[in-house]
């Protein structure tokens, strides 16, 4: 059995709360919990090193022209002055792989040091870009006809996915966090490809957390509060679950972003708490009785695996990735339109006995899902990207 490989992971976002964030600060525990050697790079309030057993963080400082990608998810243009701090620190840990995360600011860096000192890249794919910059696209250009407004979205939505693969085909090896987006990076990259899902920590996800039993029924959402995932299709919930005459509800919206005014505006039964951490978000989540997921974007779909670890059925869309967890008629509905996913929800509002059986499913397929076995396939993928550079063995990667 080959010895782990030393691994240099570089990450756009490790502190701020998202997907790509938690997978990020979940592999770095691995690796110290496994006492595998780990330099992560990443983000942060200052520029400085530290050590902790096997691992090495540095964290890098962003500038003044970093703008915000998104609330609390920023980009420095101009990061790349700090390069030559990173490429000491890179040299001195002697990789035998490195790993990023996407086209940002930190990733680049990997990126570009990889190519430079011949070290195996690996490339994760975390977010579908194009469909987030289509989409935000198409919101600003509402004032456009609409025939001419889809020709240009789709436009930009394919010159965009082809940017972004163009990155991803400068890996050696590549991973996806579902077989569709498996199968579609090797067509159109032609590397290996191994699937990246996502773990579930049950011991802090659970539904003895649960600490409100006022007779409200509760639709939970867990994520940011954005346009790429759609969320304003929630007040379409609303009016249709209200015409259908279903018991009494609430939605519970956890998280932040550009359209939660929006919402606060405009539903008529919804707390909005803002963004939970730890025991406070594990509570809200046990609080809820139908998770609701509008998202079509969602490459995999973390907060669907938290209802579930909190015993909460979930309904999603028939778009992106959660569609792959949720085992449709069991632990929840995979919804085929808008019109399906209000009918689904009503169904599971009306029917307490179904609420409660898909609980079950849905806490059952949740103790099945480990960060461990998902970060052990992961590393199964350096060892092939190694075995096809075995010059990388030799821990001395040169400028």
């Not at 932040?256 to 707390?271: C, I, K, P, V, Y």
């Not at 999603?316 to 009918?343: C, L, Q, R």
Request: charged share 20%; aromatic share 10%; glycine share 8%.
């Amino acid at each position: 059995m080959p010895s782990k490989p030393r691994v240099a992971f570089f990450t756009d976002t490790f502190h701020e709360i998202n997907g790509v964030a938690l997978t990020s600060r979940k592999l770095t525990d691995f690796a110290l919990r496994s006492n595998l050697p780990f330099l992560c790079v990443r983000g942060g309030s200052e520029t400085r090193t530290s050590y902790e057993s096997t691992v090495t963080h540095l964290e890098l400082k962003r500038g003044p022209l970093a703008f915000d990608l998104d609330k609390g998810l920023q980009h420095d243009p101009v990061l790349w002055r700090l390069v030559g701090i990173v490429e000491e620190e890179l040299l001195k840990f002697r990789p035998d792989i490195i790993h990023v995360v996407s086209p940002g600011d930190v990733s680049e860096i990997g990126v570009y040091l990889a190519k430079r000192t011949q070290v195996p890249l690996a490339i994760s794919w975390h977010t579908n870009l194009h469909e987030f910059g289509a989409m935000r696209l198409d919101r600003t250009l509402a004032w456009m006809p609409a025939e001419l407004r889809k020709n240009l979205i789709q436009f930009s939505e394919s010159q965009l996915l082809n940017m972004v693969l163009a990155f991803y085909g400068l890996g050696n090896v590549l991973y996806a966090p579902n077989g569709e987006l498996v199968r579609m990076l090797e067509e159109r990259t032609g590397k290996p490809v191994f699937l990246m899902k996502r773990g579930i920590d049950t011991a802090l996800f659970r539904p003895s957390r649960r600490t409100k039993n006022d007779g409200i029924l509760r639709l939970g959402y867990v994520g940011r509060i954005t346009p790429e995932k759609n969320v304003r299709f929630l007040k379409d919930l609303e009016t249709g679950l209200l015409a259908a005459g279903v018991p009494q509800f609430q939605f519970l919206i956890v998280g932040d972003g550009s359209e939660r005014t929006w919402l606060e505006q405009n539903l008529a039964h919804a707390e909005i708490p803002g963004i939970l951490r730890g025991e406070q978000l594990a509570e809200a989540y046990a609080n809820m009785d139908v998770f609701v997921f509008p998202s079509r974007t969602d490459t995999f779909g973390n907060v669907v695996l938290e209802a579930f670890a909190s015993g909460v059925p979930a309904v999603v869309t028939n778009g992106g990735g959660p569609k792959f967890i949720v085992n449709d008629g069991v632990s929840g509905f995979v919804a085929a339109s808008d019109g399906d996913f209000i009918a689904r929800t009503a169904r599971l509002l009306n029917e307490a006995p179904l609420r409660h059986s898909m609980a079950v499913a849905a806490l059952e397929q949740a103790r099945g899902e480990s960060w461990d076995a998902v970060f052990e396939k992961v590393y199964d993928g350096y060892q092939t990207a190694l075995a096809a550079r075995p010059s990388a063995h030799d821990h001395s990667p040169q400028p």
